[in-house]
């Protein structure tokens, strides 16, 4: 599986955006996909995951509420909406797929990543 992620810019504290990720290459059904997160001098950190039907998601920490991922099976495409951001959530974000990821907890073994694409929340 090939992932390009796209979406990230600048955007203003409270502001929204969306971060798209296109796949390509094996059955992207056959694979739990996620978003990750790298901060500056940070750890890269799971923000969200979603089953392969689409029917089970799992947010890591308080970020559920703000931020809502999503896949279209049809167009292997995933989708993350972050609402009411904040400098915090400054970072690179990644998406990810996973054979093993249930999209139920944190654990996501990751196998295939895609780049990173940029987002920065200025106060």
């Known amino acids: 599986v090939q992932l390009q992620a796209s979406g990230g810019g600048l955007v203003q504290a409270g502001g929204s955006r969306k971060l798209s990720c296109s796949a390509s290459?094996?059955?992207?059904?056959?694979?739990?996909v996620a978003w990750f997160r790298q901060a500056p001098g940070g750890e890269r950190e799971l923000v969200a995951s979603i089953s392969r039907s689409g029917g089970n998601t799992y947010y890591a920490g308080s970020l559920k509420g703000r931020f809502t991922i999503s896949r279209d099976n049809a167009d292997n495409k995933i989708y993350l909406q972050m609402n009411s951001l904040t400098p915090g959530d400054t970072a690179v974000y990644y998406c990810?797929?996973?054979?093993?990821?249930?999209?139920?907890?944190?654990?996501?073994?990751?196998?295939?990543w895609g780049q990173g694409t940029l987002v920065t929340v200025s106060s």
């Open positions: 290459g094996r059955a992207f059904i056959n694979y739990t």
């Open positions: 990810a797929a996973s054979r093993r990821g249930t999209a139920s907890n944190l654990y996501f073994p990751v196998d295939y």
